[in-house]
């Protein structure tokens, strides 16, 4: 049962009691002196009857109330009740006063009893509106507070809930441990109470925080991006410096006409798109739930889509660059959705990786892309398939297992296979993502780092990594060779892969002179447009056996 439903039910019902009690209460005194008297009276044991109106007194209006109806009812059954009505024998007054003195005890005890119990029930209460590791506010709370606010709204301001969510979590909880987490909602709950006035700060999920921002409408920009802003300053945990990566998402609550829950979604739903977006904060607007829709459903799909043959993988071959022999080949995924078309990888693979969806994807790819280097074999092309990997595989329990269970299957070596991992993924759970890459290693699989120099990889662990090849992002190369900047990245990062005995390949060559410029280097291996694009497999067979393996037949060297 959900406990705040329950608290409601609760304070309903306080409500609601004392008004049906109290009547009940005067007919229980009157009723239970009448039974006295009618039956022969107070000798006869009809009298213990007034424990009931005493006990439910002290039950429904705590301790005070017990007392009164104790003393009302020792009165009633006192100096005007007779012992024996036939004989008229009156009580003594020792008696009567003594019966009311522990009726009121009576009443007293269970007030004292009931209290405790609200007492504790209150404190149930507070804790079903609290999270646990921090102490702020929950989402319970918040949803109580968005509908209390509803009940007294239209104060003339424009309510915002804006929701902060942390992206680094994971690394930070890796690098700091656990602790570095509640620290910094602490924090943020303190940086957030300092930027905004009239502040509530709710923690509604273990990485997001929730604000009420009263603003004018048309400053709310301004308001948000000054927040992050603020945000942006490093946060303190154990004197280290530690740099919190944020985004916002906000929603304006106007009439406040919805269910709270709907503002919450929708704040959540602004926050994804900023995620995506990789932007500081988002404002709700209705498109952006039609968006947002759209790639749920077209999620939803996607596993359909994997069955039917929908998606496919094609080959894009790399280079050689000193013998300028096709090396290997890229398998990079393409879905051709029957109504809209083909549908580039980065418009679901990067939502994809938010969910489990994400090991269903790279099952397939490395079941297709297994398959198919089974078969080139059987026509005599032996060549290295890539297949690009996310964060999550590397830290879904079994990885490795499942890549040797298909490497099995088909009755391949590990070194006929190449994992690319981006550098994001290797810093997200370090020691998780070593050990798995260990084990992958173990097998003889090839591990390369893609995308090189976009993320925070840090040059620290990069020694420690089982690598045999570093893949240097194609926006250093597509600025080749004008740009100065870009050509001593490539070769700085060039030489730390020989340095560190591993190889280098460019990717995103588009042009000869870039090649050239590469070769002049001493880059190892390069992959783009210029030798071909990915290729669904049959094309790629006869581009490959056109040219003969060789490049320098075929791009007009
Ligand atoms: P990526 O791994 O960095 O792949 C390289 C991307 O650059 C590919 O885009 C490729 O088609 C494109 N490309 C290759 N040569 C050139 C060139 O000369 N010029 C330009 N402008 N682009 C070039 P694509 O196929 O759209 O894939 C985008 C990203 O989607 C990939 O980036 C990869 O991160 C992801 N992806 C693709 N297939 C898979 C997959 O099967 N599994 C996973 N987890 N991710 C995948
Ligand atoms: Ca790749
Ligand atoms: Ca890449």
Redesign the pocket.
């Known amino acids: 049962m959900n406990k705040a439903w329950m608290f409601e039910e609760l304070d309903y019902h306080k409500r609601l009691i004392p008004l049906t009690v109290l009547p009940l209460l005067v007919l229980l005194v009157i009723g239970v002196a009448l039974l006295v008297y009618t039956t022969g009276g107070i000798k006869y044991v009809y009298s213990h009857s007034m424990y009931l109106p005493i006990v439910l007194a002290g039950l429904v209006f705590g301790f005070k109330g017990g007392i009164l109806v104790g003393v009302v009812g020792g009165l009633v059954l006192g100096p005007m009740m007779p012992i024996e009505v036939a004989s008229g024998e009156m009580q003594a007054t020792k008696n009567w006063l003594y019966r009311t003195g522990f009726f009121a005890l009576i009443g007293f005890l269970s007030g004292v009893a009931s209290d405790a119990a609200r007492a504790y029930l209150k404190h149930l209460k507070w804790l079903a509106e609290r999270d646990s590791e921090s102490g702020l506010p929950n989402r319970q709370a918040l949803f109580r507070h968005l509908s209390e606010l509803s009940r007294v709204k239209d104060d003339g301001d424009v309510l915002f809930l804006a929701v902060v969510s942390f992206e680094n979590l994971v690394e930070l909880k890796s690098s700091f441990g656990y602790g570095v987490i509640a620290k910094a909602v602490v924090q943020l709950d303190q940086k957030l109470s300092q930027c905004i006035e009239d502040r509530e700060v709710y923690r509604t999920a273990p990485e997001q925080l929730a604000v009420l921002i009263k603003a004018d409408e048309h400053k709310l920009n301004s308001v948000l991006y000054s927040l992050a802003e603020d945000l942006q300053e490093p946060l303190k945990y154990e004197n280290i410096s530690v740099h919190l990566d944020t985004r916002m998402g906000c929603v304006q609550l106007g009439e406040l006409s919805e269910k709270s829950e709907t503002y919450l979604q929708r704040a959540e739903t602004a926050l994804i798109v900023a995620q995506e977006k990789v932007q500081d904060s988002v404002v709700y607007s209705p498109e952006i739930l039609s968006a947002t829709r759209e790639n749920v459903s077209l999620l939803g799909e996607l596993k359909k889509a994997l069955r039917s043959g929908e998606v496919s ?2 080959y ?1 071959p790399k280079i050689h660059i000193p013998t300028s022999q096709v090396h290997s080949v ?5 879905w051709q959705h029957p109504t809209l078309g083909n549908i ?3 418009n679901f ?2 939502r ?2 938010q969910s489990t969806l ?1 090991n269903t ?2 099952e ?2 490395l079941d297709q892309s297994l398959q198919q280097q089974l078969a080139w074999q059987e026509q005599g092309i032996h060549l290295p398939v890539a ?4 964060t999550r ?1 590397l830290l879904q329990p079994g990885f490795s297992d499942k890549v040797l269970e298909l490497l099995n299957k088909y009755g391949l070596k590990g070194e006929n296979l190449e994992l ?1 991992v ?1 550098e994001g993924a290797l810093m997200m759970d370090m020691q998780r993502t070593l050990d798995e890459l260990a084990k992958l290693d173990d097998l003889k699989i090839i591990i390369s780092i ?2 090189f120099g976009t993320g925070y990889s840090s040059l620290q662990y990069l020694h420690s990594l089982p690598i045999s090849l570093l ?1 240097i ?2 926006c250093f ?2 600025r080749l060779p004008g740009d100065a900047g870009a050509a001593h990245i490539l070769e700085a990062a060039i030489t730390l892969a020989h340095k560190m005995g591993i190889r280098a390949i460019a ?4 042009t000869l002179e870039v090649y050239d410029f590469l070769a002049d280097l001493g880059c190892d291996f390069a ?4 030798m071909s ?2 290729l669904p497999a049959k094309h790629f067979t006869s581009w490959y056996q056109q040219c003969n393996g060789r490049y320098a037949c075929w791009g007009g060297i």
């Open positions: 993988m094609h894009q890229e398998a990079l995924m393409r580039p990888p980065g693979i990067p994809a990786e994400i994807i790279t397939f790819a297949v690009n990997i996310s595989n690319e981006t893609d995308d893949k992002d194609q190369v597509r990717e995103g060559v588009e992959q783009g447009y210029l694009r990915p």
